[in-house]
């Protein structure tokens, strides 16, 4: 499984921006994709998640209300809309995936993981 995300870019704050994480390969039925992001200095922290047997998402309570993870079927492809995002959502933002199960924060359930891309909102 190859994962390939894009979007990244400079944004500011107030103003809208969408990252596209596109899986290739083999998936099963019952696999879930999630973003998590990784400021200089700091952990990396999960950002959300959905399964896509049935759609269901779960989101990091710091992005809640703003940002949307939803999914193209036919393409395999997952997208994070990010609605007015603020300074401290600048990050590295990486797609990853989990090959059978449903989603989750755990970022060890995940094996496969896309290249990050640069997410910079300015003030």
């Known amino acids: 499984v190859q994962l390939q995300a894009s979007g990244g870019g400079l944004v500011q704050v107030g103003g809208s921006l969408r990252l596209s994480c596109a899986a290739s390969?083999?998936?099963?039925?019952?696999?879930?994709m999630a973003w998590f992001r990784q400021a200089p200095g700091k952990e990396r922290e999960f950002v959300a998640a959905?399964?896509?047997?049935?759609?269901?998402?779960y989101y990091a309570n710091s992005v809640k209300g703003r940002f949307i993870i939803s999914r193209d079927n036919a393409k395999n492809t997952v997208y994070l809309q990010m609605n007015s995002p603020k300074p401290e959502d600048t990050a590295l933002y990486y797609c990853?995936?989990?090959?059978?199960?449903?989603?989750?924060?755990?970022?060890?359930?995940?094996?496969?993981w896309g290249q990050g891309t640069q997410v910079t909102v300015s003030s």
């Open positions: 990853a995936l989990r090959i059978t199960g449903w989603a989750t924060d755990e970022a060890s359930r995940y094996g496969y």
């Open positions: 390969g083999r998936t099963s039925s019952s696999f879930a």
């Open positions: 959905l399964s896509w047997r049935g759609g269901s998402t």
